[in-house]
């Protein structure tokens, strides 16, 4: 019955075993698993408080686990700051926008790892090459297909929601070189703006970039995700796809309400199902 997990299956670019993250008595993480396949887009749902975010952060920089192990690529990671999981080529968008509104795209694009001028300009007097960002700015917006910022020398604060979102998004793909992680990045968006964001999704994921989506939106979640990773009470409840199990059993399992056998869990992906 019980299969190794080996050969057939692809190498996860992404693992976490049993992590574990307290805030003085609050549990955030309790024993908490992940895998994350190439170029798939993994859904993280839960409840308000399941851990999503803390499961995430860990990936980013933002948290050390208290316990547990975590490999990007094949290698045991654990990153203190979230420059480091950047240089690991893990790039976020956190709930809590991370963009500063007064700049504009292209120096928000660049926001701690600004382009400086060749030679001594760069080098001594650490000035900044802000027309080769602009260009290149404009390059990534235009690969993403973000037709409707106008201007890249806009700030970010005259932009529409769904376009600062975009910014955010399109910073993670530009610089993201092994995961993109996206946590809610559609709730604060009108309709057509998180169709948007999803359109984006799919583009990343026809990159062959992996991509880690958290949504409460579970429509969204259905129409986009290859695999939905269920969190509940700090760790993972179990791992279903859009054809193993509905939207009603996916809130099941957010609520305790239907426990998955782990020997139903799709624990990767099935061959070629994908597209
Ligand atoms: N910095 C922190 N300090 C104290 N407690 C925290 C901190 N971050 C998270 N927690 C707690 O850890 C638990 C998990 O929080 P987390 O933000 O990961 O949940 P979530 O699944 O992302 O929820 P939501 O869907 O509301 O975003 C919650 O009980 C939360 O209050
Ligand atoms: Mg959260």
């Known amino acids: 019955m019980t299969t190794t ?7 996860p670019i992404l693992t976490g075993r049993g992590l574990v993250k307290t805030f003085g008595k609050v549990v955030g993480l309790n024993g908490a698993d992940i895998d994350l ?3 798939e887009v993994l859904a993280v749902i839960g409840d308000n408080g399941a851990g999503k975010s803390t499961l995430i952060k860990c990936f980013s920089g933002a948290h050390a686990p208290d316990a547990g192990t975590m490999t990007v690529a094949g290698n045991d990671v654990l990153f203190r700051t979230t420059h480091e999981a950047r240089e690991a080529g893990i790039e976020t968008v956190f709930q809590t926008l991370a963009v500063s509104p007064a700049l504009d795209i292209a120096s928000n694009l660049y926001l701690g790892r600004e382009l400086r001028k060749s030679g001594v300009l760069g080098s001594v007097f650490r000035s900044l090459d802000k027309k080769r960002m602009r260009t290149e700015a404009a390059q990534h917006l235009q690969d993403l297909g973000i037709g409707t910022v106008q201007n890249i020398s806009q700030a970010v604060e005259t932009l529409s929601g769904g376009q600062r979102q975009a910014v ?3 910073r993670a793909a530009a610089f993201g ?4 992680i996206l946590d809610e990045p559609t709730a604060a968006l009108g309709v057509r703006e ?3 964001v999803l359109q984006l999704i799919d583009d990343l994921r026809g990159r ?4 880690i989506l ?6 969204q979640v259905f129409e986009v995700a290859d ?7 700090g760790r993972r409840a179990a791992v279903i796809t859009p054809q193993s199990h509905n939207m009603n059993d996916a809130v099941a399992i957010m609520t305790g309400a239907l426990t998955v056998d782990e020997a139903d869990q799709t624990l990767a992906p099935m061959g070629a199902t994908s597209g």
């Open 37 to 39: 396949f190439p170029g």
């Open 177 to 180: 070189s092994q995961v993109i």
């Open 208 to 211: 062959g970039m992996p991509v």
């Open 5 to 11: 997990q080996t050969d057939d299956r692809p190498v």
């Open 194 to 196: 998180s169709a948007r």
């Open 214 to 219: 958290i949504s409460h939106d579970m429509p």
């Open 227 to 233: 695999r939905i990773h269920v969190q509940r009470l």
């Open 168 to 170: 955010a998004v399109a």
